[in-house]
C-alpha cells in the first residue's frame, strides 16, 4: 500500500544558502536517514517520487514550502514529520503535513507572497505611480536565455508594512516572478531609488483566487 504525502517545512538560517539542486539532494539524504519509506519510479534510472511546488532562490527564506511524495507504507504524516526532523540539516524544519487527497493541489498555485525589507524604503507614493505603469521591461533570465521581459502583469500587489514590502507575485506552471527582479524594476523606474541590499522571505504560497495552499 502506498500513500501520497504532502508536508509544508520551514528553509532558514544557513539552509538560504543551498542551491535547489543541492536542496533536492540534501532532501533525498534526509528521508533515507529519516528511514522514510519513499516510493521509487520504474525503469532503468529509477528515482524517488517526490516533487516540490515552487523552487526557492538562492538567499531566499521561507515558512511555508510544500513538498508531496509517495510512500510505501501507511505511515502517517506525523510520523514522517518526526522522523525527518530528527535528521534534518540545519535550518530545514518540517511543520506540518498530510495524506494529498488532491493529486493537482500544486497545479492550482498561481501566486507567492514575499516580504523584503530593503536598505532603503520606497515611499508609498512612489510604490502607487510604480504600480501605476503600463509595463515594465528588465532583463529576465527565461529557458531560452536573458531576454528583455514585460513583468507588469505578473505582479499582484506591493504594500508597505512597517519596514518591508509585502509582494504578492505570479508564481506556477503558467508564470514565476521572483521578487530580486521586481527589485530591479524598481531600481529601474523609481527615480533616485537605488536598493542594493535586501532581506526576502516567502510566506505564503497561494492558489489562483489568492488563497492559502
Known amino acids: 500500500m502506498s500513500n501520497r504525502i504532502w508536508l509544508r517545512y520551514e528553509k532558514k538560517d544557513l539552509a538560504k544558502y543551498i542551491s535547489h539542486l543541492d536542496f533536492v539532494r540534501a532532501m533525498n539524504r534526509t528521508l533515507r536517514r529519516g528511514e522514510v519509506p519513499v516510493s521509487y519510479s520504474q525503469g532503468f534510472n529509477p528515482h524517488p517520487k517526490l516533487s516540490f511546488a515552487l523552487p ?8 511555508c514550502e510544500l513538498i508531496e511524495l509517495e510512500v510505501d507504507t501507511d505511515m502517517a504524516p506525523e510520523e514522517i514529520i518526526e522522523r525527518l526532523n530528527s535528521k534534518a540539516p540545519v535550518g530545514l524544519k518540517f511543520v506540518d503535513g498530510g ?17 523584503v525589507t530593503p536598505d532603503i524604503m520606497p515611499s508609498e507614493s512612489q510604490i502607487e505611480d510604480f504600480l501605476k505603469r503600463d ?15 514585460d513583468i507588469r502583469k505578473d505582479i499582484d500587489s506591493i504594500k508597505i508594512e512597517d519596514t518591508s514590502l509585502i509582494m504578492v507575485l505570479a508564481a506556477g ?41
Do not use: H, W
Not at 521591461?137 to 536573458?146: E, M
Open 99 to 115: 495524506i494529498l487527497e488532491d493529486k493537482k493541489m500544486f497545479n492550482k498555485i498561481g501566486y507567492a507572497k514575499y516580504q
Open 173 to 213: 506552471n503558467e508564470a514565476n516572478l521572483k521578487p530580486e527582479t521586481v527589485i530591479l524594476a524598481m531600481n529601474t523606474y523609481i527615480e533616485g531609488l537605488s536598493i542594493d541590499d535586501y532581506d526576502c522571505e516567502r510566506t505564503g504560497i497561494l492558489d489562483k483566487n489568492k488563497k492559502y495552499v
Open 135 to 149: 509595463n515594465m521591461v528588465v532583463k529576465k533570465k527565461t529557458k531560452s536565455g536573458i531576454n528583455e521581459t
Open 56 to 63: 526557492l532562490s538562492l538567499g531566499t527564506t521561507s515558512n
